[in-house]
T-cell receptor
Framework: EPEVTQTPSHQVTQMGQEVILRCVPI?????FYWYRQILGQKVEFLVS????????KSEIFDDQFSVERPDGSNFTLKIRSTKLEDSAMYFC????????????FGPGTRLTVT | TQLLEQSPQFLSIQEGENLTVYCNSS?????LQWYRQEPGEGPVLLVT?????EVKKLKRLTFQFGDARKDSSLHITAAQPGDTGLYLC????????FGAGTTVTVRA
C-alpha cells in the first residue's frame, strides 16, 4: 500500500542552523501538508501546498519557514534559523485530490534543537 | 481557529468492555476524520465521515458523525489490548484541526 515517507527520522541541530526536512508524498497525490507536534501537545497545521504554491499557512509558518517541491516526488520543509522552540515532531501529509478528504501522514521527523 | 474538544482525556478499561470516545466542536466541519497515533509515530487514518448522521463501522469500531456535523463519537465494542493507543479526531475545513486526543488503555 502506498505510503508517505519522511527523512531523516531524527535530526539534531544547533540553534541558529538551517534544517531541511524531506518528504515523499504518495504518488499522484496533489495536495501536500506539513504539521508539527510539540511533545505532549496537539498536532498543529503549518502549511498546505497545491499546484506548486502555498495555498494556506498558519501563524506558526513565519518567514523562517519555507516549503518546496524541487522535483516530481519530494516535498521539503526548510527552517532557516532554528530556535529551541522549533523542537517537535514534524509530519508530512498528502491528499489525493480536490474531491477526496483523506490526508495520509508520514511517520514524522523528530527535530531536536540544542 | 476551530477548536475540537475530545473527552475523556484518558480511558482505562478491562479487555472485553466497551468504550466510547467523544469529539465536540462549536463549528461545522465539511468532514471529520479519526486517527490513531502510537508514541513517536505519525497519525494513522481510521475513517472519514462526511454526511451528518453518518455511521461507519470498521470491525469492532463504530464511528458516528452528528447530524449538525459538529460532533462525532467512536465506539469500540469488546475492546482488546491491541486497541490501546491515542485516538485523535480532526475536523477539516482547508486544513485539519486536531483534538488533543483520548489515550485509551485496554488491560488484559
Amino acid at each position: 500500500e502506498p505510503e508517505v515517507t519522511q527523512t531523516p527520522s531524527h535530526q539534531v541541530t544547533q540553534m541558529g542552523q538551517e534544517v531541511i526536512l524531506r518528504c515523499v508524498p504518495i504518488s499522484n497525490h496533489l495536495y501536500f501538508y506539513w504539521y508539527r507536534q510539540i511533545l505532549g501537545q496537539k498536532v498543529e497545521f503549518l502549511v498546505s501546498f497545491y499546484n506548486n504554491e502555498i495555498s494556506e499557512k498558519s501563524e506558526i509558518f513565519d518567514d523562517q519557514f519555507s516549503v518546496e517541491r524541487p522535483d516530481g516526488s519530494n516535498f521539503t520543509l526548510k527552517i532557516r534559523s532554528t530556535k529551541l522552540e522549533d523542537s517537535a515532531m514534524y509530519f508530512c501529509a498528502s491528499r489525493a485530490s480536490t474531491v477526496t478528504y483523506e490526508q495520509y501522514f508520514g511517520p514524522g521527523t523528530r527535530l531536536t534543537v540544542t | 481557529t476551530q477548536l475540537l474538544e475530545q473527552s475523556p482525556q484518558f480511558l482505562s478499561i478491562q479487555e472485553g468492555e466497551n468504550l466510547t470516545v467523544y469529539c465536540n466542536s462549536s463549528s461545522v466541519f465539511s468532514s471529520l476524520q479519526w486517527y490513531r497515533q502510537e508514541p513517536g509515530e505519525g497519525p494513522v487514518l481510521l475513517v472519514t465521515v462526511v454526511t451528518g448522521g453518518e455511521v461507519k463501522k470498521l470491525k469492532r469500531l463504530t464511528f458516528q458523525f452528528g447530524d449538525a456535523r459538529k460532533d462525532s463519537s467512536l465506539h469500540i465494542t469488546a475492546a482488546q489490548p491491541g486497541d490501546t493507543g491515542l485516538y485523535l479526531c480532526a475536523g477539516r475545513d482547508y486544513k485539519l484541526s486536531f483534538g488533543a486526543g483520548t489515550t485509551v488503555t485496554v488491560r488484559a
